[in-house]
């Protein structure tokens, strides 16, 4: 008889452990073993959480190179519950040992299949039994992941009724959910010990404001309340907000924001041509947000402007605001608005131009950028790749909770009765035209950090934390990607022949970017180079991009008049006539305020169960080489983390949204 030594690991997650009877299968090219009954002296404690139990498995012969293994379990005594196996090992009577990974839920009583752990691409498989094995778990994939048109425009999302009709392994954990629900449910009470958030009143005085506020505050949204009015500050956001997408270097004024010299150098020091020039101007643009419909919220016109605002770099390095055009087309009711004004004036502009930022931010720079193109790749992933294939290995890790937090986002968000719809001056047919539009402006260099900042002319405007950190960041994905890949793909022709590969690709040119070449995504792989830069990016827009754009959302939002995410009153059509009484009067209402409050709260607060970028507890790769460039990643990662928590401690405002230690892995709130 020849004796294989099993030993399965089950997972350390909460309700990971079966009372039910488990069962395998050896299988191997020469043959495969009966089915055993996994039964040993622990009993039915083999299996419980963090269990690491060892089996024998007999057969008469050797059955040669393992290649899968089959797992069922069984309710007879015990009801029926859901196991999670972390990984199986198995050492053969040869001494080799072979590693299964799995981490999945198994919850029903049917034979599953895993490979052996080394990375197989699809024009590899020489046994019929692994070709058949991959043919059936990409077919069972087909089946569980399927494509969905949440709205026209957008792109496609995973079609699902439910939260809980999930499948298990891409279900929040239970201590995710546990706290999600709770974040959620004692938000508003946190947030809102008045009961002010059925209160449809309009604001009376700052200090109203401030009384909720502080409630719940961070170190960051206390500096905002006390700066949110400075010049310096308003300019900062742009680079090291959580909007840093819109800013670029102005080489030709707009034809339609003509500001002149007079209005923004009346003393003559210098001219706007000449600091135009020497790189000295700035511009950003909300024309996306033109000629949109408004919301109507508490029975109210909302009012959303798309405004164009210049901003001047000066000798000590600030970038300040010059000039501020609230409509996108110039006229007597439509004034351009100067530092010089009056200070009503000019904070009025200031405050259409936050609100309009957020709607920019929320909807394309947050939601599709990120979220959105997340979920594709994600579920492309999971059509198109099986567990054994090398990119599966590589890409599952940056998928951990995506598709449950966007199930989420669609209902509670963007839906009919959602936040979104509800509460925010872009909400309802206005959303819907914003996400349109942003999709059909999306180009595939302006998700690749390094071509976006060369692009908006940013490479050397000082104080870009964002970028600093951002292309670090890319630098050392890159790096990572490049040598996983390259250890698999040595030569052109086999990224051309792995179809697989192609599908995936082909599956999110036309379901993330809906077949639009104009986007630049390419619809194929011909290089390995190809497949290293557009990985790089799916890893950096999931986990980088994303902790950029939403982490800091309740530091910059949650002082309401930093971020109004909507107003009430028209912008003014003449200077002269504001007054803190009217701003007080523009503000949102008191219970569309604290509602903003408590989402940015919620989207901003990491779980406990957070895994930082780079740390992958699940082992999916097996390979020595891939384990080490896992490693050395780590390495690189820890060194950045120490020089940007450096650089932090001397600083007023911190940026730590790109500090990889406190980042996640993925899209998961």
């Not at 196996?85 to 001494?95: C, D, I, Q, R």
């Not at 920019?360 to 790749?377: C, D, G, K, P």
């Not at 949650?558 to 971020?563: A, L």
Request: aromatic share 12%; with cysteine.
């Amino acid at each position: 008889m020849e004796n294989y030594e099993v030993t399965v690991s089950t997972g350390n997650l909460i309700n990971a452990d079966t009372l039910n009877n488990v069962y395998i299968k050896l299988v191997g090219t020469d043959g495969e073993s009966e089915r055993k009954w996994l039964m040993g002296f622990k009993g039915p404690s083999a299996f419980i959480r963090g269990a690491v139990s060892t089996f024998t498995v007999s057969c008469p012969l050797s059955l040669g190179r393992l290649l899968l293994i089959e797992l069922d379990k069984q309710h007879l005594i015990f009801p029926k519950d859901s196991w999670f196996p972390s990984k199986v090992e198995v050492k053969s009577p040869e001494g080799n040992i072979y590693c299964f990974p799995i981490y999945r839920w198994i919850s029903d009583s049917e034979v599953h299949f895993f490979r052996e752990g080394t990375a197989v691409r699809v024009f590899e498989e020489n046994h019929h039994l692994g070709a058949y094995s991959r043919e059936q778990e990409l077919n069972q994939r087909a089946n569980e992941y399927c494509w969905d048109v949440y709205a026209e425009g957008i792109p496609h999302c995973m079609k699902v009724e439910n939260s809980n009709d999930l499948p298990w392994e891409v279900q929040f954990s239970f201590t995710k959910s546990t706290e999600f629900l709770y974040t959620a449910s004692t938000g508003l009470l946190e947030l809102d010990p008045k009961l002010l958030a059925n209160c449809t009143e309009k604001w009376t005085d700052i200090d109203a404001i401030n009384r909720v506020f502080c409630c719940k505050q961070t170190e960051i949204s206390e500096y905002v309340e006390k700066h949110w009015k400075e010049d310096a500050f308003f300019g900062y956001q742009f680079l090291n907000g959580v909007n840093p997408m819109l800013v670029k270097r102005c080489s030709v004024l707009p034809g339609n924001f003509p500001v002149t010299d007079d209005m923004v150098f009346p003393k003559g020091q210098c001219s706007l041509a000449n600091e135009i020039k020497k790189g000295k101007i700035f511009l950003c643009d909300y024309k996306r947000l033109d000629g949109l419909k408004p919301n109507i919220v508490n029975g109210k016109k909302q009012y959303l402007m798309a405004p164009l605002v210049l901003l001047h770099k000066t000798r000590d390095d600030n970038l300040m605001p010059i000039a501020i055009q609230l409509k996108q087309t110039p006229a007597d009711d439509n004034p351009i608005f100067l530092p010089t004004d009056s200070e009503y004036d000019w904070l009025m502009a200031k405050i259409f131009v936050r609100s309009a930022d957020f709607s920019e931010h929320q909807l394309n720079v947050h939601l599709l950028r990120t979220h959105l193109l997340a979920e594709v790749f994600a579920v492309s992933l999971l059509r198109n790749m099986p567990m054994v294939h090398p990119l599966y290995k590589l890409l599952i890790p940056h998928t951990r909770y995506t598709l449950q937090i966007n199930y989420l986002a669609r209902q509670y968000l963007i839906s009919k009765t959602g936040f979104f719809t509800t509460f925010a001056a872009s909400g309802g047919e206005a959303m819907f035209t914003i996400l349109n539009r942003s999709l059909s402006s999306l180009t595939y260099s302006s998700l690749c950090i390094p071509e976006d900042i060369a692009e908006r002319g940013l490479k050397d405007v000082p104080n870009f934390f964002y970028r600093d950190d951002g292309l670090k960041l890319w630098k050392i994905i890159k790096k990572f990607v490049d040598g996983i890949l390259r250890y698999y793909y040595k030569k052109d022709t086999e990224v051309q022949q792995d179809t697989e590969l192609q599908k995936w690709i082909g599956d999110i040119f036309e379901h993330g970017f809906l077949s639009q070449a104009g986007t630049g995504i390419p619809q194929r792989f011909d290089t390995v180079a190809q497949l290293v830069k557009f990985v790089t990016m799916v890893i950096f827009t999931g986990s980088c991009q994303h902790s950029a754009v939403n982490s800091g959302q309740y530091d910059y939002g949650g002082w309401m008049p930093n971020t109004p995410i909507t107003l009430q009153r028209p912008p003014p059509t003449t200077k002269g006539t504001t007054s803190e009484e009217t701003m007080l009067q523009t503000f949102p209402d008191v219970n569309s305020t604290v509602q903003g409050m408590a989402t940015m709260w919620l989207l901003s607060k990491q779980s406990s169960d957070f895994v930082p970028l780079g740390c992958y507890p699940e082992e999916h790769f097996s390979d020595k080489i891939p384990c080490q460039l896992i490693k050395d990643f780590q390495g690189e990662l820890q060194s950045l983390s120490a020089a940007i928590k450096a650089r932090n401690s001397t600083m007023n405002v911190p940026y730590t949204y790109m500090d990889p230690a406190l980042l996640e892995n993925s899209v998961a709130n």
